[in-house]
Each structure stands twice: as C-alpha cells, then as structure tokens.
C-alpha cells in the first residue's frame, strides 16, 4: 500500500491549488481518504475527507466552502482543490487512507486512517 502527495508549491493568498494523492497497491475507491496538514509548531489537523461507501465529504470549518475533495477512480487518485488560500493554509498536507471517514465533534479524526503517504508542503505567501 502507497500513497503518494504531490501538487503543493508556493501561492499568493487568494490563489489556488490542486493537490493530488495517487494510490498504489490497493483499490482505492474501496476505502476513505483523508488530508491532513500540519504546520510548523502545531499539531496535525483534519482538512477533509471522502468516504467510500458513499462518496459524502467532511471538511474542517475553516476549509468549508474553500476547499473540494474529489475522486477520480479510473486513476485510482483523491484530489484536493484549494482555493482562496491564506497563509494560515501554510503547511506540509498528507493524504491517508482508512476504513471510514472519523470525524468527531466536527473533526476529522487522523486515528481513523491506517495508512500515510509522505507530504507535500504548501506555502501560501505574497
């Protein structure tokens, strides 16, 4: 099982990205996927997350709206499309793949997920 991140860069606040999370090993449209980010000094955090069962999407509160999680199975990749980025945005994403998609009290549960894929860092910036 391998997922691999790609798509992140440097952006001017309000631009956009496309991150992508290619799966290899496994089928992907059979499990969920999550992002995560983390910034340097602060803890992991939930960005968003696709089941498998029925396609439904979660997303953190400050993503709602900015961002989309979608899957393309015939490549077997989850992408996340990132617009009107901040600088807040700052950090490495990681793509996971797990049974479900956890989310508690509105947060998308990164114990949830069995397997990580290596990030990409994303650097919002003027």
Same mark, same amino acid.
Request: glycine letters at 14%.
């Given at each position: 099982?391998?997922?691999?991140?790609?798509?992140?860069?440097?952006?001017?606040?309000?631009?956009?990205?496309?991150?992508?999370?290619?799966?290899?090993?496994?089928?992907?449209?059979?499990?969920?996927?999550?992002?995560?980010?983390? !910034?340097? @000094?602060?803890?992991?955090?939930? &960005?968003?997350?696709?089941?498998?069962?029925? +396609?439904?999407? #979660?997303? =953190?509160?400050?993503m709602?709206?900015?961002?989309?999680?979608?899957?393309?199975?015939a490549?077997?990749?989850?992408?996340?499309?990132?617009?009107?980025?901040?600088p807040?945005?700052?950090?490495?994403?990681?793509? !996971?793949? @797990?049974?479900?998609?956890?989310? &508690?009290?509105?947060?998308?549960?990164?114990? +949830?997920?069995? #397997?990580? =894929?290596?990030?990409?860092?994303?650097?919002?910036?003027?």
């Amino acid at each position: 099982v391998q997922l691999q991140a790609s798509g992140g860069g440097l952006v001017q606040p309000g631009g956009s990205l496309r991150l992508s999370c290619a799966a290899s090993g496994f089928t992907l449209d059979y499990y969920a996927i999550g992002w995560f980010r983390q !910034a340097p @000094g602060k803890e992991r955090e939930g &960005v968003s997350c696709i089941s498998s069962r029925d +396609g439904s999407t #979660y997303y =953190g509160d400050s993503m709602k709206g900015r961002f989309t999680i979608s899957r393309d199975n015939a490549k077997n990749t989850v992408y996340l499309q990132m617009n009107s980025l901040k600088p807040e945005d700052t950090a490495v994403y990681y793509c !996971a793949t @797990g049974s479900y998609c956890v989310v &508690v009290a509105g947060t998308i549960w990164s114990g +949830g997920m069995d #397997y990580w =894929g290596k990030g990409t860092l994303v650097t919002v910036s003027s």
